[in-house]
């Protein structure tokens, strides 16, 4: 189902990622609920909810890095 509000994210996103990647998460997951309603358009047989998190978590990647030593989550930083 669709997220209001960062705060009803899942644990394992509201205790691992910065505020503004998850905004992003948010509305990406929100945008791909929408967009992959009809099973026909999801790859396999995965679930809309599945989908939708793997969206999300696309489009998190392409701003934010895990640091692996830290383990934290940190923006991008330009490669030249």
């Not at 509000?5 to 505020?19: F, G, M, N, R």
Request: net charge neutral.
């Amino acid at each position: 189902m669709p997220y209001r509000q960062t705060h009803e994210l899942p644990a394992s996103i509201k205790d691992h990622l910065p505020v503004h990647a998850q905004e992003i998460y948010l509305r990406a997951f929100n945008s791909a609920w929408d967009e992959y309603r009809d099973p026909g358009v999801r790859r396999g047989h995965e679930s809309r909810e599945e989908t939708a998190h793997k969206v999300a978590w696309a489009a998190v990647k392409k701003c934010y890095e895990k640091d692996e030593a830290s383990g934290r989550w940190h923006v991008k930083l330009p490669h030249d």
